[in-house]
């Protein structure tokens, strides 16, 4: 198969792990005869730095042309701290998803069983959970009207939400639930918000179409308490935009880390796919970034494209890192490896797993891995 992807490497820590996506990628196309074509383009705080738009008309371009977008982080301080920034990183993210008709984001959670003890949850919580989120990614509060007043003392965020909007998420929410565990869980406000309402409706008719799955509903606030409690109920959980935000975040602390967590998003004709942490300014070039998230996002876009067998491996060589403590010290606070340790364990894998057996961990922590 051959395959054009856009990198968006973005700001922070962006491009230090879609280099590790971009090595396991390059050894998949090596080993199963796949050819990758990378190339690469500015977006957020550096595109607005270079350009003065988050997102420049030959960004644009390109992932309009492509067949598939992975992206790293945006995100700068200087941006943050400013509540009078009327440039901001996210805005180039939120016109991608817009120009792109991204839809629908995908976050599986699911902890890896030598690293349930990195939770700060209990191992009888979390052992044994396997869910994911559906979070509706073009409409509600993020997407609708905005105004502030000449004072700056009075501001709005419309939340809007169109049938159509959510019937096509709908849609691909139960059809996932139908390969797992046959549950959907919807997450709204409906006991205050109108658009809340529409949700329920909407959702329960699309669910007649579904019969061999159950359907349930929860409030978001008690959502976000039962993600906590009892995660193993959840299945599969669909929600808007600003909740599914929150809750997925929420939800990485089941795993131990928010740097182990994958997302795609996706529309009728396109496809993007990325970590769901932040840019991390503060780790920045010291090689100690997770980018095990990110060479999950190229699993997930692999398995986008039909390539089960290959993905797979992927996912099998992220599993042998983490048993091998091959990880960052987000995930052990003593290790020796860094970013590029974890991305070369990862890539080597794919290339000869069978080498495993002369596996050196001193050799790897200073780059001289017997792997390969």
Known sequence: ???KIAVLPGDGIGPEVILQAKKALYAIGEVYNHEFVFEEALMGAVAIDKTGNPLPEQTLN???NTDAVLFGAIGDPKYDNNPNAKVRPEQGLLKLRKELGLFANIRPIKP??????SSPLKREIIEGADFTIFRELTG???FGAKTLNEEGTHASDLCEYSEEEITRIAHLAFKSAQNRRKKLTMVDKANVLETSRLWR???QKVGESYPDVALDFLFVDNAA???ILN???FDVILTENLFGDILSDEASVITGSIGLLASASLGEKNALFEPIHGSYPQAKGKNIANPIASILSAAMLLEHFGLFKEANVIYQAVEKAIEFKVVTVDLKPDSKFGTNEVGEFVSN???SKDDLLYFNNDNVSIGQSTIV
Do not use: D, S
Request: net charge positive.
């Open 201 to 203: 409706k909407v959702v």
């Open 140 to 142: 509600g509060a993020y």
């Open 225 to 227: 308490m039962q993600i």
């Open 112 to 117: 890896y069983k030598a690293l349930v003890e």
């Open 231 to 233: 995660p193993k109920q």
């Open 349 to 351: 894998f794919i290339f």
């Open 1 to 3: 198969m051959n395959l």
């Open 62 to 64: 390109l992932c309009l």
